[in-house]
């Protein structure tokens, strides 16, 4: 049987990272709607569908290319909370907690990056 992206950590643990980012940017104010609000939402999106679209390409270079991009978009969403805490719409201790996802998803990236440089190309 085929694994899949469903079959993943890092993909499970991005889709919780989605969903813990959408609940702290709902208070966020109306007017950043199209500001950090959406620019949270979308990059923390971007990792789970970069994992998945990976997942679905056919060879081990092309799901490498994307765990990287997955990873890099973790970069992204860490900046993008440090600029909501500093700019004061996000709780520090919210922000904290939410890093910490970030670095639970980035440490099973970078273990899945790694097994796939050890594992031989069929």
Not at 57 to 70: C, D, H, P, V
């Amino acid at each position: 049987m085929r694994r899949t992206h469903t079959d993943l950590e890092a993909w499970r643990k991005g889709i919780e990272l989605v969903k813990s980012i959408y609940q702290a940017t709902a208070s966020f104010p109306t007017e950043e709607r199209y500001g950090l609000t959406s620019q949270l939402r979308r990059a923390a999106v971007s990792v789970p569908t970069n994992i998945a679209e990976g997942a679905a390409r056919g060879s081990r270079k092309e799901f490498r290319q994307f765990l990287t991009i997955a990873r890099g978009s973790l970069s992204e969403l860490e900046t993008l909370l440090v600029i909501a805490t500093e700019v004061g719409h996000l709780d520090p201790a919210v922000q904290q907690d939410l890093m910490s996802s970030c670095s639970r998803v980035s440490a099973l990236l970078t273990g899945l990056l790694k097994s796939l440089a050890r594992t031989p190309n069929p």
